[in-house]
């Protein structure tokens, strides 16, 4: 161990101006191999600093370098694992991390520890001492013993300690031994002799001591006796320095009492001072003027001023009551009287709000709609409650006082508002939609008393309706009309007649009604034939103009009802308080002002609609349901229109679809949870279930369709239906938001359509199937064209292709062999020259020879040829539809077309199997033109 810290000091902490004091070798805990030697050096000059470094020898030759250096001062913990006596070579040290060493011995780990000890306390102050635990007391205690000395005079510390193993000499020292050995020349040479010469000296000089000191005994004495009489007077000063204290010590208790009683005083006034500050502030916030009290009392609440005087005097008293007293004043016989007054002010005012505010709401429940429906009798409008609205808004912050005061009279007050509200607006929305559903019949019986009606149209889609009516049936429509007339005429007397003959036109003879007005078409004609009406856009029972009627009417009663809901949602938000937003916010137009109905104020009221709607954060559960309660028959009577407009016309379903969607989307985007939306969108659920069962309705009309065996076919009526039902919904559904629903439907549709094209066109016994398929699938190309519907491209190459085979099939088969002898010959001839004979060797073929071509071709002169294409023309003419001569001109172009093929072919077989012998068919190219062109303009 010495050698190495020799070796430790000469080539590591020399260099660096460092003594090494303490070294253990260590390796990890746990582990068997020791890897490491940990050192504790000081710096040798001032000022010391302490360091621990850990050592690593160099895998090849004897150098050690240091692989990492901590100051003492980073030291935190030392954890020498000694528990209970029990000895251990483990030992922990904590800097910034915690590294878990263990020792070579018990010994060595002490000693390192030990030093540790003695360089903290040496050289560290008191607060960056690290803690030892686990450490053997035996090796703090030999420390201590000698360590608590002052850092200059200890002759028992650090260094002294480490000096036993090593200490390096001074430069006095080191000149001393120089000249010493100098003076001896034979000090390296004989060493033996240098060592007796040393010697001598020492004894001389031990002996000269010995004299010295027997010589200074009498000093020694007498600097005795001087001691001993210093201590004399010292004790003699000790006495006096006694008296002085006792004298000093009586003085000071008095003056500590004098000192206490001043500072009691102090306390006593600053504790006076602070009872009164708190006195006075507590009067300040318990008290309630007089004013306001009168006010909570007596004060009318039907005036603006009474109003304002209360709103005031409500937030005075809120205040008041909501003021936190200190500890124990509470029990003061004054606060508990004034707290007892204002719970009554409290208990009293919130009944009086309550009963003025629940008289007001039943009093605006019970006023009848009549007169308010009556003064829009010109157009269709619901009665504004923006009145009423602007007329509550100055009670608003006395709702919100009653919200915190008496939640139960809120509540009650809130229940009585929506059970009034509920009675108005069912009246109200009620006689709305009868005078919706009267104004749209009354003008359907004005078209059919005036002739206006269908019975008057040219159009194709009527072509096949006139058919006059039985007496039965002129009789039932007279009847019927009288009884909507006399109801209509009743809609101008008293609001309760309408009622009552709404209640009977639209109970018991609704269905009557609405079917009588929709058969103004449909008398004498059968169902789900082809041969009569068809049951759509074209065979559909209200013209154009009706749906259009029915359309506007539709939108007309959304537009009302819409801000109708929202002025409702809006104003329970801000009156009730049902959002976080401040309480102080006014809708437009003051509580003195009139309704605006101006351009200007209307655009106002739905500015600040808007806004409201977008910025409120609602309890959707509370708002929902007052809406509900207050609104519950807005649903029922919406829905029961949309049931109206399907008995009157089932494409209606078409309209109410585009519409409904478009107004969801939009009362989604502005509040996805408002009551408009949630009910908008129940109602879109029942549409788009209608508009479903329509289609399905339309695609089982298509499939039980069918061809009458002894008519002519031309286009097939549910060809034509679906022509112009896809025209009507594109027309509708142009630019909606519903395109999904209205091109599913296309494609179920004309799927349906092909299934009974395919199906039908063989049942017909005056039409060929090719012709009733490549008519009607033409008809449907021309259509699909027309329109662009990018979602029926691919149904569109179909009908194309469709077109296309049948077509060709058909012409194939009409024209057939115009030729027939000629055909069967060159086809023979076509075979012998397959079966490997020369083309110029046919001629000599008895059965192919010139004089059998010659024989054949005298039997086709042009005038056969003529009448033969004039037969088969006539049959084209009579196929197809007599309605549609640009078919039957691309029919009988293809037929030319084909023929001049058949022609050329037979003149190039004679060309090559018969040549330079001046056969010649007897008709020319130029003669087929012309037979086929005379053929068309005869006809």
């Excluded at 009620?430 to 009606?453: E, W, Y």
């Excluded at 309760?496 to 078409?521: H, N, P």
Aim: net charge neutral; charged share 25%; glycine share 6%.
């Amino acid at each position: 161990m010495t050698a190495i810290k020799h070796a430790l000091q000469r080539d590591l902490f020399t260099p660096q101006d460092e003594r090494l004091l303490g070294v253990v070798h260590i390796g990890k805990a746990g582990g068997k191999k020791k890897k490491a030697i940990l050192c504790a050096s000081v710096t040798t000059e001032r000022p010391v600093e302490v360091f621990i470094s850990k050592i690593k020898r160099a895998e090849k030759g004897d150098t050690y370098k240091k692989q990492k250096v901590w100051h003492l001062k980073e030291l935190k913990v030392v954890n020498g694992k000694e528990i209970g006596g029990k000895e251990s070579t483990e030992f922990d040290l904590q800097f910034e991390k915690n590294f878990k060493w263990s020792a070579t011995s018990v010994g060595e780990k002490h000693n390192f520890l030990s030093c540790l000890w003695k360089l903290c306390h040496r050289y560290l102050p008191r607060q960056q001492k690290p803690a030892f635990s686990n450490v053997p007391q035996s090796i703090l205690e030999v420390s201590v013993a000698g360590g608590d000395t002052t850092r200059g005079g200890s002759t028992a510390g650090v260094e002294d300690d480490s000096l036993e193993d090593y200490q390096a000499l001074t430069e006095q020292e080191e000149t001393d031994l120089e000249r010493m050995i100098t003076e001896c020349e034979f000090a390296i040479s004989d060493a033996e002799a240098f060592t007796n010469s040393l010697s001598k000296d020492l004894s001389v000089l031990d002996g000269q001591n010995i004299h010295s000191i027997m010589g200074s005994e009498a000093q020694v004495n007498s600097l005795m006796v001087l001691l001993d009489n210093a201590l004399a007077e010292v004790s003699q000063i000790e006495s006096r320095l006694d008296e002085y204290d006792h004298m000093v010590g009586g003085i000071a208790t008095q003056m500590g009492q004098m000192k206490n009683q001043e500072s009691f005083i102090q306390i006593t006034n600053k504790n006076h001072t602070r009872l009164l500050e708190q006195l006075d502030t507590l009067v300040v916030q318990l008290d309630l003027s007089k004013g306001h009290v009168k006010a909570l009392r007596e004060s009318d609440l039907r005036t603006d001023s009474g109003i304002e005087a209360c709103t005031s005097a409500a937030e005075a008293l809120q205040e008041a009551m909501e003021v936190e007293l200190p500890k124990g004043l509470s029990k003061l016989n004054a606060v508990k009287e004034q707290q007892k007054l204002f719970h009554d002010l409290r208990q009293k005012f919130a009944a009086r709000i309550f009963e003025h505010l629940n008289n007001v709401f039943v009093r605006q429940g019970s006023d009848q709609p009549g007169a308010s429906l009556a003064k829009q009798a010109s157009g269709l409008k619901l009665p504004k409650h923006f009145p009423y609205h602007r007329d509550l808004l100055p009670y608003r912050q006395l709702i919100l006082w009653l919200k915190v005061a008496d939640k139960t009279k809120y509540t009650q007050l809130s229940t009585t508002y929506t059970q009034s509200l509920n009675k108005l607006y069912t009246q109200e929305i009620k006689d709305f939609m009868a005078t919706a559903k009267q104004r749209f019949i009354q003008q359907a019986i004005l078209d059919v008393n005036s002739g206006s009606g269908s019975l008057q149209s040219t159009s194709r889609s009527t072509l096949s309706l006139a058919v006059p009516m039985s007496g039965e049936q002129k009789s039932r429509q007279k009847t019927l009309s009288k009884k909507l007339s006399s109801s209509i005429r009743n809609l101008s007397g008293s609001q309760q007649s309408l009622s009552k003959e709404k209640r009977k036109i639209f109970g018991s003879t609704q269905s009557l009604a609405v079917k009588a007005v929709g058969k103004k078409l449909r008398f004498g004609h059968k169902k789900r034939t082809l041969g009569g009406s068809r049951e759509s856009l074209a065979t559909s029972d209200f013209e154009l103009s009706d749906r259009e009627k029915f359309s506007s009417t539709f939108r007309e009663v959304l537009n009302e009802l819409e801000p109708t809901c929202q002025d409702e949602e809006v104003f329970l938000t801000k009156f009730f308080h049902l959002n976080v937003e401040s309480a102080d916010t006014m809708m437009p137009g003051g509580s003195d002002d009139e309704e605006d109905d101006t351009d200007q104020g209307i655009a106002s009221r739905k500015k600040y609609q808007e806004a409201q709607v977008t910025k409120e954060i609602r309890p959707a559960n509370i708002v929902w349901r007052m809406m509900t309660e207050i609104f519950s028959v807005v649903e029922s009577e919406l829905l029961s229109l949309v049931a109206f407009g399907e008995d009157l016309d089932p494409l209606n379903s078409l309209n109410m679809l585009v519409v409904i969607g478009q107004r969801v989307s939009q009362a989604q985007q502005v509040n996805d949870g408002s009551f408009l939306a949630k009910m908008l969108g129940n109602c879109l659920i029942e549409v788009k279930r209608n508009f479903d069962n329509f289609i399905k309705n339309k695609v089982r009309m298509v499939q039980e369709s069918h061809v009458s065996k002894g008519k002519k076919c031309g286009i097939l009526p549910f060809v034509q239906d679906f022509e112009d039902f896809v025209g009507l919904a594109e027309s509708i559904f142009r630019d909606s938001g519903r395109r999904t629903d209205i091109d599913k439907a296309y494609s179920t549709l004309i799927w349906a359509v092909f299934e009974t094209i395919e199906r039908v066109s063989g049942d017909s016994q005056k039409t060929p199937a090719e012709v009733v398929m490549f008519e009607n699938y033409h008809h449907l190309l021309n259509c699909l064209s027309s329109l662009k519907i990018a979602a029926l491209e691919n149904e569109k190459k179909q009908v194309r292709v469709r077109y296309n085979e049948n077509f060709n099939s058909y012409v194939t088969t009409m024209l057939g062999r115009p030729l027939e002898k000629l055909s069967n010959f060159f086809e023979g001839v076509k075979q012998v020259i397959d079966g490997g004979l020369r083309p110029e060797e046919v001629g000599f073929q008895l059965k192919y020879s010139k004089q059998e071509l010659r024989k054949c071709i005298k039997e086709y002169s042009g005038k056969e040829v003529k009448k033969g294409l004039e037969s088969v023309y006539h049959k084209i003419v009579k196929h197809t539809s007599e309605a549609d001569h640009m078919l039957l001109r691309v029919v009988w172009q293809d037929m030319q077309k084909e023929f001049i093929r058949q022609y050329k072919d037979f003149e190039d077989l004679i060309a090559k199997c018969y040549a330079g012998s001046q056969i010649k068919l007897e008709f020319t190219i130029d003669d087929v033109l012309n037979y086929f062109s005379d053929i068309a303009l005869a006809q």
